[in-house]
C-alpha cells in the first residue's frame, strides 16, 4: 500500500488520482487538507510551499514535485535528511520544452521579429540569409532539459554551446562549467537560453553584466524561472540593443500584472509559463514508476541534492 498526500492548488486530484491508480495497485490517494491520520502518511505529491506541512507528517520517505523545478517547495535544507526529494524527470515535459527552445531560437534566427514589424508598416525588404551553423547557441543549464534542447539544435546544425556547474563533454556542444567559464561561454554566444533551476548561485543571474558580455546584438530565452532575470537591466539591454529581443516564459509574479512595463514591449514576447507544462498523464506514470521501483529496492530518478538546490 502507498499512502500519498496530494498538495496543489493548480493541479486537479481526481484526474492525478485516476491516472495513478492505473499503475499503483495499492494506492491510498489523500487529497490534502483531508490527511487522515498523518502517521500513514509515506509520498508526498506537491506544487507549491512545504511551509510547515511535514512537521505534522512523520513518516514521509520522499516529497514528489509535480514539476522539474523545486524551488517552489521553499528552502530545501530544513527538510528532514530521511525524507528523499524528487523532481519530476518526464520525456513529455522534455519534449515540450524543447519544441519551445526551438520555436524561439527559430523566430530569432529568422528575423521573426523584423519582417513582423516590416509586415506592420507594409514594407518589401529583405535581410541576408545566415546559415543555422553561423548562429551560436548558448544554454545554461545542461540537466535533463537543458542537454535534449542542445542535441535537437544540433542536429538543426546550430553552433550550441552549453554552461553547466560541472565540467562534461558532449558531442553535440561544447561546454563550459562553473564561473570560470561562465564569461568564455557568453562571450561566443549569440542566443541565450536559461534552463537553469533556480538557486541561491543563479538567482539573478540574467543581469546587466550578464548581458554586457555577449556580443551587441543577441537574444535572450528565458524558460527557466523569473527570479533568474533582473527585469530593469533586460529593459536597459533591448533600448540600448545589446539585446535585440527576448522570449520570457516566466516571472517573479505570475500572473504578472497588467501594468507591468512588458507587456507592451514589441522586442519581448512573452507567454504565461507555458513552456512545458506537467501532464497529468505521462507524469502520473512516470512518479508511479519511481515509487513502485523504489518499493521494490530499486533507485528513484530526479533526486535532488538539497544542498545545491537542484
Ligand atoms: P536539472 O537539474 O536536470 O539541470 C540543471 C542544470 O543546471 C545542470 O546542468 C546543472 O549543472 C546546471 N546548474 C545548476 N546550477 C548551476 C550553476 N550555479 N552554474 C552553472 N550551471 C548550473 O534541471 P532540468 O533541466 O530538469 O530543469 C531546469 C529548470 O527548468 C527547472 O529547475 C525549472 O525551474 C525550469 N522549468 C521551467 C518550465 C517552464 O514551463 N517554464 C518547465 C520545466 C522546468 P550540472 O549538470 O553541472 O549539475
Ligand atoms: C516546472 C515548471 O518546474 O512547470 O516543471 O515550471
Given at each position: 500500500?502507498?499512502?500519498?498526500?496530494?498538495?496543489?492548488?493548480?493541479?486537479?486530484?481526481?484526474?492525478?488520482?485516476?491516472?495513478?491508480?492505473?499503475?499503483?495497485?495499492?494506492?491510498?490517494?489523500?487529497?490534502?487538507?483531508?490527511?487522515?491520520?498523518?502517521?500513514?502518511?509515506?509520498?508526498?505529491?506537491?506544487?507549491?510551499?512545504?511551509?510547515?506541512?511535514?512537521?505534522?507528517?512523520?513518516?514521509?520517505?520522499?516529497?514528489?514535485?509535480?514539476?522539474a523545478?523545486?524551488?517552489?517547495?521553499?528552502?530545501?535544507?530544513?527538510?528532514?535528511?530521511?525524507?528523499?526529494?524528487?523532481?519530476?524527470?518526464?520525456?513529455?515535459?522534455?519534449?515540450g520544452m524543447s519544441e519551445y527552445v526551438?520555436f524561439n531560437?527559430?523566430?530569432?534566427?529568422?528575423?521573426?521579429?523584423?519582417?513582423?514589424?516590416?509586415?506592420?508598416?507594409?514594407?518589401?525588404?529583405?535581410?541576408?540569409?545566415?546559415?543555422?551553423?553561423?548562429?551560436?547557441?548558448?544554454i545554461m543549464g545542461?540537466?535533463?532539459l537543458g542537454?535534449?534542447a542542445?542535441?535537437?539544435?544540433?542536429?538543426?546544425?546550430?553552433?550550441?554551446?552549453?554552461?553547466?556547474?560541472?565540467?562534461?563533454?558532449?558531442?553535440?556542444?561544447?561546454?563550459?562549467?562553473?564561473?570560470?567559464?561562465?564569461?568564455?561561454?557568453?562571450?561566443?554566444?549569440?542566443?541565450?537560453i536559461c534552463l537553469l533551476?533556480?538557486?541561491?548561485?543563479?538567482?539573478?543571474?540574467?543581469?546587466?553584466?550578464?548581458?554586457?558580455?555577449?556580443?551587441?546584438?543577441?537574444?535572450l530565452v528565458n524558460a527557466a524561472r523569473g527570479?533568474h532575470?533582473?527585469?530593469?537591466?533586460?529593459?536597459?539591454?533591448?533600448?540600448?540593443?545589446?539585446?535585440?529581443?527576448?522570449a520570457i516564459d516566466v516571472?517573479?509574479?505570475?500572473?504578472?500584472?497588467?501594468?507591468?512595463?512588458?507587456?507592451?514591449?514589441?522586442?519581448?514576447?512573452?507567454t504565461?509559463h507555458v513552456a512545458s507544462?506537467?501532464?497529468?498523464?505521462?507524469?502520473?506514470?512516470?512518479?508511479?514508476?519511481?515509487?513502485?521501483?523504489?518499493?521494490?529496492?530499486?533507485?528513484?530518478?530526479?533526486?535532488?541534492?538539497?544542498?545545491?538546490?537542484?
Open positions: 500500500m502507498a499512502v500519498v498526500l496530494f498538495k496543489s492548488q493548480t493541479d486537479d486530484p481526481t484526474l492525478w488520482n485516476t491516472e495513478l491508480s492505473r499503475y499503483l495497485v495499492h494506492l491510498d490517494f489523500r487529497v490534502w487538507p483531508a490527511v487522515g491520520d498523518p502517521q500513514e502518511v509515506e509520498y508526498l505529491l506537491i506544487w507549491g510551499e512545504l511551509g510547515d506541512l511535514l512537521e505534522t507528517l512523520p513518516n514521509v520517505k520522499a516529497i514528489l514535485s509535480l514539476g523545478g523545486v524551488d517552489h517547495l521553499g528552502d530545501l535544507n530544513k527538510i528532514r535528511n530521511n525524507i528523499s526529494v524528487i523532481r519530476l524527470v518526464d520525456d513529455d515535459l522534455t519534449r526551438i531560437v527559430l523566430r530569432f534566427h529568422r528575423l521573426d521579429q523584423l519582417y513582423r514589424e516590416q509586415q506592420s508598416q507594409r514594407i518589401w525588404q529583405e535581410h541576408p540569409p545566415v546559415a543555422s551553423s553561423e548562429i551560436r547557441v548558448g545542461l540537466g535533463i542537454k535534449d542542445a542535441k535537437k539544435l544540433s542536429s538543426l546544425d546550430y553552433n550550441v554551446l552549453g554552461w553547466s556547474r560541472e565540467p562534461k563533454s558532449f558531442d553535440f556542444c561544447s561546454v563550459f562549467h562553473g564561473k570560470e567559464g561562465f564569461n568564455d561561454f557568453l562571450e561566443q554566444t549569440n542566443i541565450l533551476p533556480l538557486t541561491a548561485e543563479t538567482d539573478g543571474i540574467l543581469c546587466a553584466k550578464t548581458f554586457s558580455k555577449l556580443p551587441v546584438n543577441s537574444y527570479q532575470l533582473i527585469n530593469a537591466d533586460l529593459l536597459d539591454a533591448l533600448s540600448s540593443g545589446q539585446l535585440l529581443g527576448a516571472f517573479p509574479e505570475e500572473p504578472l500584472s497588467t501594468s507591468h512595463p512588458f507587456w507592451g514591449n514589441t522586442k519581448i514576447m512573452m504565461p507544462k506537467t501532464n497529468y498523464k505521462t507524469a502520473a506514470k512516470c512518479i508511479a514508476r519511481n515509487i513502485n521501483n523504489w518499493e521494490r529496492g530499486g533507485n528513484l530518478e530526479g533526486v535532488v541534492n538539497s544542498s545545491r538546490g537542484y
